[in-house]
């Protein structure tokens, strides 16, 4: 049983919906009055609810998308029209109700067959536009039950690429080939954000805590790191 607790702040909210909100206000705030909004989306099942809350009344009127710039954590090597494409999830549940100019927004191009490349171009870009290390705004992320974070899997290579923002790698599940964000890239925001709802998640936030899990090892060297639980979640680590 650990006994420690999460890194950095932690908010626990009463269930999922809950938990988008609160992101999404937090996310509002943060990107008020920012020339350049620069924030990189996750996929997942858990982020619909925060895309769906960002797009509702409240915060589709409230927000100014113009500033916004997007870039992705990660993606899997799919078609982005594909019903597994992270690109996909954030068009379908976020981008096509916004009017974020297409201009600004980044995906990873992961269905090219050739990912070395694919992610050589995007580090490029990062720094092009997000400076060397890319210093990026607001960086949202998922836990899987294995402690997984973007594509970032427990032992597997991507986890120590420390010389480059963006890497190929391999998930333990399909679809297999994936393109994700390294940790220095992930370090290098002023603001990440864990959002992790429901009891299956219990094994992996204590992994946090123990230092056992990918997840642990983001740990943002310049900037905040904010974890949105609901009750379900955060009832594990209680
Ligand atoms: C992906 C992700 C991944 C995700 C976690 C949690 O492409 O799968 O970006 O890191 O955030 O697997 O996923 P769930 O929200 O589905 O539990």
């Known amino acids: 049983m650990s006994s420690g607790e999460l ?4 908010r626990v909210l009463t269930d999922p919906i809950a938990v988008a909100a609160e992101a999404a206000g937090w996310i509002a705030r943060l990107c008020r009055d920012v020339e350049r909004f ?3 989306v996750t996929g997942g099942n858990t982020p619909h609810f925060l895309y769906e809350a960002l797009a509702s009344s409240t915060f589709r009127t409230s927000i100014d998308w113009q500033h916004w710039h997007v870039y992705w ?12 494409s992270n690109y996909r999830l954030v068009v379908d549940t976020l981008l096509s109700k916004v009017p974020v100019p297409s201009e600004h ?3 990873m191009e992961a269905e ?3 990912l070395q ?16 290390p890319p210093r990026l705004d607001v960086v949202l992320l998922g836990l ?17 690429v420390a010389d480059t923002w963006a890497t190929p790698s391999r998930a333990t599940y399909p679809p297999y080939e994936r393109l994700t964000l390294t940790l220095p890239a992930l370090n290098a925001a002023a603001s990440v954000a864990f959002v992790v709802t429901g009891a299956p998640k219990a094994d992996a936030l204590r992994g946090v805590i123990d230092g056992t899990v990918p997840a642990a090892r983001v740990r943002p060297d310049n900037g905040e790191l904010v974890w949105f639980l609901d009750a379900a979640a955060a009832r594990s680590i209680g």
Request: hydrophobic share 35%; proline share 9%.
């Open 7 to 10: 890194p950095g702040e932690v």
């Open 38 to 40: 620069r924030i990189a």
């Open 73 to 84: 954590g990660d993606e899997r090597a799919v078609p982005p029209d594909d019903g597994q």
């Open 105 to 107: 927004v980044h995906r």
């Open 112 to 114: 090219r067959p050739d």
């Open 117 to 132: 490349a694919v992610a050589a171009d995007y580090a490029r870009l990062l720094e092009e536009e997000c400076g060397r």
């Open 144 to 160: 899987g039950s294995d402690g997984h974070t973007a594509s970032l899997f427990p032992g597997t290579a991507a986890l120590s």
